[in-house]
Protein backbone atom coordinates (compact mmCIF):
# COMPACT_ATOMS: atom_id res chain seq x y z
CA UNK A 1 0.00 0.00 0.00
CA UNK A 2 0.52 3.85 -0.46
CA UNK A 3 1.56 5.75 2.85
CA UNK A 4 2.93 9.03 3.73
CA UNK A 5 6.24 8.78 6.04
CA UNK A 6 8.00 10.99 8.87
CA UNK A 7 11.48 9.55 8.39
CA UNK A 8 12.82 12.53 9.58
CA UNK A 9 11.92 15.32 12.25
CA UNK A 10 12.53 18.16 9.74
CA UNK A 11 9.24 19.41 9.58
CA UNK A 12 5.84 18.96 6.88
CA UNK A 13 8.79 19.73 3.73
CA UNK A 14 10.07 15.97 4.87
CA UNK A 15 7.59 13.59 4.80
CA UNK A 16 7.91 10.84 1.82
CA UNK A 17 5.49 8.85 0.37
CA UNK A 18 6.39 5.11 0.60
CA UNK A 19 5.01 1.78 -0.52
CA UNK A 20 4.48 -0.30 2.30
CA UNK A 21 3.35 -3.23 3.34
CA UNK A 22 -0.30 -3.86 4.41
CA UNK A 23 -1.17 -3.67 7.75
CA UNK A 24 -2.94 -6.78 10.10
CA UNK A 25 -5.27 -5.96 12.27
CA UNK A 26 -4.36 -7.44 15.41
CA UNK A 27 -6.37 -8.16 18.49
CA UNK A 28 -9.40 -5.69 19.83
CA UNK A 29 -8.51 -4.21 16.20
CA UNK A 30 -10.03 -3.36 12.80
CA UNK A 31 -8.57 -3.28 9.24
CA UNK A 32 -10.06 -0.18 7.05
CA UNK A 33 -9.52 0.97 3.64
CA UNK A 34 -8.97 4.28 4.08
CA UNK A 35 -11.08 6.78 2.01
CA UNK A 36 -10.43 9.76 3.90
CA UNK A 37 -7.63 10.70 6.20
CA UNK A 38 -8.01 14.11 8.56
CA UNK A 39 -5.21 16.69 8.63
CA UNK A 40 -5.09 18.03 12.03
CA UNK A 41 -2.18 20.62 13.71
CA UNK A 42 -0.47 17.29 16.25
CA UNK A 43 0.98 16.33 12.78
CA UNK A 44 2.09 19.30 12.13
CA UNK A 45 4.27 19.12 15.65
CA UNK A 46 4.90 15.52 15.18
CA UNK A 47 6.68 16.43 11.82
CA UNK A 48 9.16 18.26 13.71
CA UNK A 49 9.46 15.62 16.58
CA UNK A 50 7.09 18.72 19.28
CA UNK A 51 4.43 16.23 19.87
CA UNK A 52 3.83 14.92 23.22
CA UNK A 53 3.14 11.22 21.24
CA UNK A 54 6.89 10.29 19.27
CA UNK A 55 7.05 7.34 17.83
CA UNK A 56 10.18 5.48 16.61
CA UNK A 57 10.96 6.62 13.07
CA UNK A 58 10.11 6.42 10.50
CA UNK A 59 6.03 5.96 11.09
CA UNK A 60 3.24 6.16 9.58
CA UNK A 61 0.95 9.86 10.77
CA UNK A 62 -2.16 9.96 10.98
CA UNK A 63 -5.25 9.96 13.70
CA UNK A 64 -8.38 9.76 12.04
CA UNK A 65 -9.89 7.98 9.23
CA UNK A 66 -13.22 7.40 7.69
CA UNK A 67 -13.63 4.16 5.17
CA UNK A 68 -15.17 0.52 4.91
CA UNK A 69 -14.24 -2.38 7.39
CA UNK A 70 -11.89 -4.91 5.82
CA UNK A 71 -11.36 -7.03 8.92
CA UNK A 72 -12.71 -6.93 12.14
CA UNK A 73 -12.98 -9.41 15.20
CA UNK A 74 -16.37 -11.81 15.28
CA UNK A 75 -19.08 -10.41 17.18
CA UNK A 76 -17.99 -6.80 16.96
CA UNK A 77 -20.69 -5.65 15.11
CA UNK A 78 -18.93 -5.11 11.97
CA UNK A 79 -19.08 -6.94 8.75
CA UNK A 80 -16.52 -6.34 5.41
CA UNK A 81 -18.20 -3.51 3.69
CA UNK A 82 -18.92 -1.30 6.72
CA UNK A 83 -19.06 2.58 6.38
CA UNK A 84 -17.15 3.48 9.47
CA UNK A 85 -15.43 6.64 11.10
CA UNK A 86 -12.20 5.63 13.30
CA UNK A 87 -9.17 7.66 15.38
CA UNK A 88 -6.29 5.08 14.31
CA UNK A 89 -4.25 7.30 16.28
CA UNK A 90 -1.38 6.81 13.78
CA UNK A 91 -1.17 5.39 10.24
CA UNK A 92 -4.45 6.91 9.08
CA UNK A 93 -2.36 8.44 6.27
CA UNK A 94 -1.92 5.58 3.56
CA UNK A 95 -4.63 3.35 1.76
CA UNK A 96 -5.15 1.04 4.56
CA UNK A 97 -5.26 1.65 8.15
CA UNK A 98 -5.63 -0.28 11.58
CA UNK A 99 -7.75 1.14 14.41
CA UNK A 100 -8.57 0.08 17.79
CA UNK A 101 -12.04 -1.32 17.88
CA UNK A 102 -13.65 1.04 20.71
CA UNK A 103 -12.60 3.91 18.42
CA UNK A 104 -14.42 3.04 15.76
CA UNK A 105 -17.82 4.31 14.78
CA UNK A 106 -20.21 3.25 12.05
CA UNK A 107 -21.06 6.18 9.82
CA UNK A 108 -24.48 7.57 8.56
CA UNK A 109 -25.43 6.84 4.91
CA UNK A 110 -26.17 10.64 4.60
CA UNK A 111 -22.20 11.41 5.72
CA UNK A 112 -19.88 11.32 3.46
CA UNK A 113 -16.49 9.92 4.29
CA UNK A 114 -14.47 13.28 3.76
CA UNK A 115 -17.07 14.44 6.52
CA UNK A 116 -16.90 11.37 8.46
CA UNK A 117 -12.99 11.92 8.79
CA UNK A 118 -13.65 15.30 9.80
CA UNK A 119 -15.78 14.38 12.83
CA UNK A 120 -13.91 12.16 15.68
CA UNK A 121 -11.07 14.29 16.55
CA UNK A 122 -12.60 17.94 16.54
CA UNK A 123 -16.62 17.42 17.64
CA UNK A 124 -15.78 14.95 20.18
CA UNK A 125 -12.59 17.62 21.41
CA UNK A 126 -15.84 20.20 21.03
CA UNK A 127 -18.52 17.63 22.72
CA UNK A 128 -16.23 17.14 25.99
CA UNK A 129 -14.99 20.62 26.10
CA UNK A 130 -18.47 22.43 25.94
CA UNK A 131 -20.28 19.77 27.74
CA UNK A 132 -18.84 17.95 30.32
CA UNK A 133 -15.76 20.50 31.21
CA UNK A 134 -17.57 23.82 30.28
CA UNK A 135 -21.01 22.76 31.52
CA UNK A 136 -22.93 24.57 28.49
CA UNK A 137 -26.72 25.40 29.68
CA UNK A 138 -29.78 26.06 27.52
CA UNK A 139 -29.62 29.62 25.79
CA UNK A 140 -25.82 30.56 27.03
CA UNK A 141 -23.69 32.69 24.84
CA UNK A 142 -20.30 31.37 23.71
CA UNK A 143 -17.63 33.23 21.60
CA UNK A 144 -15.36 30.44 19.55
CA UNK A 145 -11.41 31.87 18.39
CA UNK A 146 -10.14 30.18 15.55
CA UNK A 147 -13.29 29.81 14.77
CA UNK A 148 -12.96 29.02 10.74
CA UNK A 149 -10.36 26.08 11.58
CA UNK A 150 -11.12 22.62 12.56
CA UNK A 151 -11.85 23.21 16.10
CA UNK A 152 -13.28 26.17 15.53
CA UNK A 153 -16.17 25.10 12.82
CA UNK A 154 -16.84 22.22 15.21
CA UNK A 155 -17.56 24.02 18.51
CA UNK A 156 -19.89 26.62 16.66
CA UNK A 157 -21.64 23.31 15.37
CA UNK A 158 -21.60 21.46 18.87
CA UNK A 159 -22.31 24.64 20.68
CA UNK A 160 -25.67 25.22 18.90
CA UNK A 161 -26.76 21.86 18.58
CA UNK A 162 -26.54 21.33 22.44
CA UNK A 163 -28.36 24.42 23.12
CA UNK A 164 -26.46 27.86 22.99
CA UNK A 165 -28.54 30.95 22.57
CA UNK A 166 -26.07 33.05 20.98
CA UNK A 167 -22.27 32.06 19.21
CA UNK A 168 -19.70 34.62 18.57
CA UNK A 169 -16.88 33.83 16.08
CA UNK A 170 -13.86 35.16 15.95
CA UNK A 171 -11.52 35.46 13.25
CA UNK A 172 -8.60 36.93 11.40
CA UNK A 173 -10.23 37.67 8.43
CA UNK A 174 -13.77 38.71 6.70
CA UNK A 175 -13.51 35.61 4.68
CA UNK A 176 -13.17 33.34 7.56
CA UNK A 177 -15.22 34.96 9.52
CA UNK A 178 -17.91 34.29 6.41
CA UNK A 179 -16.66 30.42 6.95
CA UNK A 180 -17.28 30.83 10.45
CA UNK A 181 -21.17 32.27 10.10
CA UNK A 182 -21.81 29.50 7.70
CA UNK A 183 -20.52 26.99 9.98
CA UNK A 184 -24.03 28.04 12.72
CA UNK A 185 -21.93 31.11 14.12
CA UNK A 186 -24.74 34.33 14.83
CA UNK A 187 -21.74 36.44 13.76
CA UNK A 188 -18.27 37.17 13.61
CA UNK A 189 -16.22 39.86 14.96
CA UNK A 190 -12.26 40.38 13.93
CA UNK A 191 -9.78 39.40 16.39
CA UNK A 192 -8.06 42.99 16.73
CA UNK A 193 -10.54 44.32 18.98
CA UNK A 194 -12.48 41.84 19.88
CA UNK A 195 -12.83 42.02 23.89
CA UNK A 196 -14.45 45.44 23.10
CA UNK A 197 -16.75 43.93 20.65
CA UNK A 198 -17.72 41.22 22.57
CA UNK A 199 -17.91 43.47 25.67
CA UNK A 200 -20.29 45.76 23.74
CA UNK A 201 -22.64 43.07 23.17
CA UNK A 202 -22.50 42.16 27.08
CA UNK A 203 -19.72 39.78 27.36
CA UNK A 204 -20.55 36.10 27.05
CA UNK A 205 -20.71 33.10 29.33
CA UNK A 206 -18.15 30.31 27.71
CA UNK A 207 -15.14 31.22 25.81
CA UNK A 208 -13.37 28.10 23.02
CA UNK A 209 -10.04 29.16 22.98
CA UNK A 210 -7.49 26.57 20.80
CA UNK A 211 -5.18 29.38 20.07
CA UNK A 212 -3.95 30.93 23.37
CA UNK A 213 -1.30 33.54 22.93
CA UNK A 214 -1.54 37.25 23.76
CA UNK A 215 -5.77 36.98 23.51
CA UNK A 216 -5.85 35.26 26.39
CA UNK A 217 -6.01 38.30 28.82
CA UNK A 218 -8.92 39.83 26.65
CA UNK A 219 -10.80 36.38 26.86
CA UNK A 220 -11.23 36.58 30.21
CA UNK A 221 -12.13 39.79 30.36
CA UNK A 222 -14.58 39.29 27.52
CA UNK A 223 -16.56 36.51 29.90
CA UNK A 224 -19.85 37.60 32.04
CA UNK A 225 -19.84 36.80 35.54
CA UNK A 226 -19.53 32.75 36.34
CA UNK A 227 -18.18 32.90 32.50
CA UNK A 228 -15.97 29.91 31.86
CA UNK A 229 -13.00 29.90 29.76
CA UNK A 230 -12.00 26.61 28.00
CA UNK A 231 -7.92 26.28 27.04
CA UNK A 232 -7.64 23.91 24.26
CA UNK A 233 -4.48 23.90 22.82
CA UNK A 234 -1.82 26.91 22.33
CA UNK A 235 -1.68 27.08 18.01
CA UNK A 236 -1.01 30.54 18.31
CA UNK A 237 2.68 29.28 19.73
CA UNK A 238 2.78 30.98 22.74
CA UNK A 239 1.35 29.61 26.42
CA UNK A 240 -0.19 32.37 28.10
CA UNK A 241 -0.22 32.78 32.09
CA UNK A 242 -2.64 33.83 33.93
CA UNK A 243 -3.00 36.25 36.97
CA UNK A 244 -5.37 34.41 39.08
CA UNK A 245 -6.56 38.01 41.00
CA UNK A 246 -8.55 38.68 37.18
CA UNK A 247 -10.65 35.33 38.46
CA UNK A 248 -11.71 36.99 41.32
CA UNK A 249 -13.39 39.62 39.64
CA UNK A 250 -16.28 38.44 37.92
CA UNK A 251 -15.73 34.95 39.25
CA UNK A 252 -14.52 33.77 36.33
CA UNK A 253 -13.12 30.15 35.62
CA UNK A 254 -10.02 29.11 33.17
CA UNK A 255 -11.11 25.38 32.75
CA UNK A 256 -8.48 23.09 30.71
CA UNK A 257 -9.79 20.75 27.85
CA UNK A 258 -7.12 17.46 27.75
CA UNK A 259 -10.03 15.20 25.77
CA UNK A 260 -7.14 12.69 24.23
CA UNK A 261 -5.63 12.18 27.53
CA UNK A 262 -9.23 11.90 29.45
CA UNK A 263 -11.43 9.87 27.17
CA UNK A 264 -8.92 7.22 25.60
CA UNK A 265 -8.34 5.91 28.95
CA UNK A 266 -11.23 5.38 29.78
CA UNK A 267 -12.46 2.16 28.16
CA UNK A 268 -16.32 2.65 26.33
CA UNK A 269 -16.13 6.98 27.01
CA UNK A 270 -15.65 7.78 23.35
CA UNK A 271 -18.31 5.13 22.53
CA UNK A 272 -20.92 7.08 24.78
CA UNK A 273 -19.69 10.42 23.30
CA UNK A 274 -20.73 8.95 19.65
CA UNK A 275 -23.54 7.99 20.87
CA UNK A 276 -24.15 11.57 22.38
CA UNK A 277 -23.43 13.74 19.44
CA UNK A 278 -24.72 11.00 16.86
CA UNK A 279 -28.47 11.92 16.72
CA UNK A 280 -27.18 15.47 15.63
CA UNK A 281 -24.77 13.96 12.82
CA UNK A 282 -27.75 12.49 11.60
CA UNK A 283 -29.89 15.17 11.49
CA UNK A 284 -27.20 17.07 9.87
CA UNK A 285 -26.81 19.94 12.59
CA UNK A 286 -22.75 18.42 12.79
CA UNK A 287 -21.65 18.68 9.31
CA UNK A 288 -17.99 19.14 9.21
CA UNK A 289 -16.92 22.06 6.96
CA UNK A 290 -14.49 20.44 3.99
CA UNK A 291 -11.59 22.74 3.66
CA UNK A 292 -8.95 22.01 0.47
CA UNK A 293 -8.09 18.10 -0.07
CA UNK A 294 -4.95 16.47 -0.85
CA UNK A 295 -3.76 12.94 -2.45
CA UNK A 296 -1.01 11.57 -0.50
CA UNK A 297 1.33 12.53 -2.09
CA UNK A 298 0.70 16.21 -1.63
CA UNK A 299 0.77 15.51 2.09
CA UNK A 300 3.28 18.20 2.84
CA UNK A 301 1.12 20.81 1.32
CA UNK A 302 -1.39 19.51 3.16
CA UNK A 303 0.48 19.80 6.42
CA UNK A 304 1.75 23.37 5.87
CA UNK A 305 -1.66 24.37 4.96
CA UNK A 306 -2.24 24.32 8.28
CA UNK A 307 1.54 25.35 9.54
CA UNK A 308 1.17 28.56 7.60
CA UNK A 309 -2.67 29.18 8.93
CA UNK A 310 -4.16 28.98 5.55
CA UNK A 311 -6.58 26.45 6.77
CA UNK A 312 -10.89 26.86 6.63
CA UNK A 313 -12.77 23.84 7.64
CA UNK A 314 -11.12 20.21 7.62
CA UNK A 315 -7.93 19.86 6.05
CA UNK A 316 -8.12 16.21 4.66
CA UNK A 317 -6.08 13.70 2.71
CA UNK A 318 -7.72 11.34 0.28
CA UNK A 319 -5.65 8.32 -0.90
Avoid: C
Avoid at 198 to 220: E, Q, Y
Avoid at 227 to 256: A, C, M
Amino acid sequence: MLAVQITTLDGPEAVQVADLPDPVAGDGQVLIRVRAAGVAFPEVLQSRGQYQMKPPLPFVPGAEIAGEIVTAPEGSGFAPGDRVTSISLLGGFAELAVAPLDFTFRLPDSVTFEQGAALPFNYLTSHFALIPRGHLAEGESVLVHGAAGGIGTSAIQIAKAFGAGRVIAVTSTDDKGAVAVEAGADEYVLVDGFKDAVKDRGGVDVVVDPVGGDRFTDSLRSLKEDGRLLVIGFTGGSIPEVKVNRLLLNNVSVVGVGWGAYAMGKPGYLQQQWTDILPHVESGALTPPIGRTFGLDEATAALLELDERRATGKVLLLP
